[in-house]
Each structure stands twice: as C-alpha cells, then as structure tokens.
C-alpha cells in the first residue's frame, strides 16, 4: 500500500485569543414636525432610527488558525443611523462577519461558560445583538397628544468579552516525549515539513498533515508538540497544546529506544499517559496504538528483547518501527487505517442503536 501525500499546515500558529464584541447602537428616533405649504396644521413626521449591526462568528474552510484574531482585540459592529423628518426611518448598521477556524470553542470571559462549538464549516452565529433603532415621535402620536415632542434614544448594541480556543480536528495525534520521532513520522507520511533535530522541542506549535492512503482515502495527522512530566500543569510547552488531543479519534503514542534517552521508554510511556489523566480522563479512553521508535539503532536480539519487554511492562502490544530507515512504516500505516475504521464502525454502531 502505498501513500499519496498532501500538505495542510502554516508556519504561524495561534490557537487562543481573547477578544471584545460589541453589536452597533442602535440609532435616536427623530423629533420632526411637518412643514409644508398647504398643510397647515403639519404635525410630527419624526422617523425611527436603524438597528445596529449584529455581530456574526461564521466557520470558513479557508482559514486554520486564530493569528489575524491575535492582533486586534476589539470587533465593533456599525451603528444605525439616526431618523429624520418625513417619516424616514435611519439606515441599519452593517452586520460584523467574523470568520473563525473549524473547531474553535466560544467562552465567555467572565463566566467562562462555553457558548458555541463551532465544528461545522458555513455555521454562523450571532454572537452580539446590535440594538434596536428609537423610535421618533411620528409613533407618539395621538387623539390626545397631536403634537409629541418626544423621541427614543437608540439601544446600546449587546457586549461582551470573549474567550476563543481552537481544538484541531483531527483523526490521528501524535504524542510522546520530545525527539520521540512524532515530527518525522509526520514527515513520512505527509507533505508536512515540521522542522526536525536531534535536540528536545524542535517542535514549537501544533501540525497538521493530511495522509491519502489507496482508494482515496485520507486522514488528518497532527504532531502534538513534546509533552514532559507536569505538562498539564504549565510545565513544557504541553499545557498550550494538550487541548488538541481532545478532539482526535486516535492516538499513536511513540516510544524512544535509543540508547541515548534519559528514559526507559516504559517510564516515558506512564508519564505521559498520567499527563493526559490529569489534563482530562476521558483522554486515557482514546484508541492507542504504541509504537517504538529508532530500532535502527539496537542489533537484532537486543531489539527483540526491548520490545518484549516494553510489552510486559505496558501490557500491550508495540508496533517496532525505523523513522530513519522505513522499517514497518506501511504496516503502521494499515493498522492506522483500520484502527480508523474500527472506531467508525463503532461510533456507527452507537448512533444507531
């Protein structure tokens, strides 16, 4: 089987930002009074004022991070124009269209209470109500009152601080310790050119690679930047990024052999499962496939006798691979798919009944 390889990732990422919305105000009514040469008696002809604009979040395809966000903090939609004389109504403001990446979550700063999953591309919602025009005094006329020299001032357009977090929607993370070869196997098995090296953290931010597979099928691969012990709680760069596992189908936990690690990759292995326990439960829940990294570097017998071990001290079976020289990629690959397709069959299986 042989992969298609297709490219989807930026070299700038952001994937939080606060912001503040405020729908337009809405615009005065209008105290006007009739003067024309052959009416005379006239009377009020004062116009309503224009509703504000609204605030609108829409999902669009094009755009996979929240950077242009990042640089301007406050999104305010146009005011309604005031009324005038003979009963014309002032125009409405113009709505605010913002678009945001497929999977950002919409909070409210001060409560932070989720308001909006935004997962679907073409979803919109209004996010801050412009405020309703004030009507002119043409509407205070009455039998009793011919002559009302009140109007309504416009309301204020709806405000609001706002939390935005983008959760990559992916099918497969990669996750393990820094240098565990979650970058290379991304390379391997997309277009994606994460920078890689023989040093800890060469990855600083999230990507993503789209990997095609025989009979048109693909799937989205993201490369979780390293996580390290207290991860979930600031250390390292994997508090910034764990979010990201939230959403995807599979993990594929990579394990370092090499015999330069600090670790045995069976400590390295409990340390990042207890990471993601302590981040979110229903992470550890997640579909895992454990592959071990770098058996390039072990003779034959020393490897065979690695991986039963890491097999007795995990309690799961291992997938032995080479980043370097190949060794078991295409296998890994197939068991990806079909670890894809067992999830499938099984969410299908829920959905109905």
């Not at 403001?93 to 678009?99: E, P, Q, W």
């Not at 999953?117 to 039998?143: E, L, P, Q, W």
């Not at 709680?233 to 052999?257: A, M, P, S, W, Y």
Request: glycine share 12%; charged share 25%; aromatic share 6%.
């Amino acid at each position: 089987m042989r992969p298609l390889f297709f490219l989807i990732f930026k070299n700038m990422f952001a994937d939080e930002a606060v912001i503040f919305v405020k729908g337009g105000n809405g615009g005065n009514g209008c105290v006007s009074f009739r003067r024309e040469k052959y009416v005379p008696h006239g009377g009020p002809d004062g116009g309503n004022g224009g509703k504000g604009g609204d605030v609108i979040f829409s999902v669009s395809g094009k755009i996979d991070t929240l950077l242009d966000l990042t640089s301007r903090v406050k999104h305010i939609a146009e005011n309604g124009a005031h009324g005038k004389g003979s009963t014309k109504r002032g125009r409405d403001g113009k709505d605010l269209i913002i678009d945001l990446p497929r999977g950002t979550i919409v909070k409210d700063k001060e409560s932070g209470r989720v308001l909006k999953d935004m997962s679907t591309v073409d979803k919109s919602i209004v996010i801050a109500r412009g405020g309703r025009g004030g009507r002119g005094n043409k509407y205070f006329a009455s039998s009793i009152n011919q002559v009302p020299r009140q109007a309504e001032k416009g309301k204020q357009g709806e405000e609001r601080w706002l939390i935005l977090e983008l959760k990559l929607l992916a099918d497969v993370g990669l996750i393990g310790m820094p240098n565990a070869g979650k970058s290379t196997l991304l390379s391997r098995l997309s277009a994606a050119r994460p920078k890689i090296a023989d040093y800890p953290f060469t990855t600083l931010q999230p990507q993503l690679g789209i990997v095609e597979v025989e009979n048109y099928r693909r799937f989205v691969m993201a490369d979780i930047p390293g996580l390290i012990e207290g991860a979930h709680r600031g250390i390292g760069l994997g508090d910034e990024f764990l979010r990201h596992i939230e959403r995807t189908k599979l993990l594929v936990h990579i394990l370092d052999v090499s015999p330069l690690s600090t670790l045995k990759p069976w400590d390295a292995y409990f340390i990042i499962r207890n990471e993601l326990k302590l981040y979110n439960p229903k992470l550890t829940e997640k579909k895992e496939i454990v592959i071990v990294n770098k058996m390039d570097l072990l003779d034959t017998e020393a490897g065979n006798e690695c991986i039963q071990t890491i097999e007795e001290k995990i309690s799961k079976p291992v997938c032995p691979v080479s980043m370097v020289t190949g060794r078991n990629i295409v296998t890994l690959l197939s068991k990806i798919v079909s670890t894809l397709d067992e999830i499938q069959t099984k969410s299908c299986e829920f959905l109905c009944g």
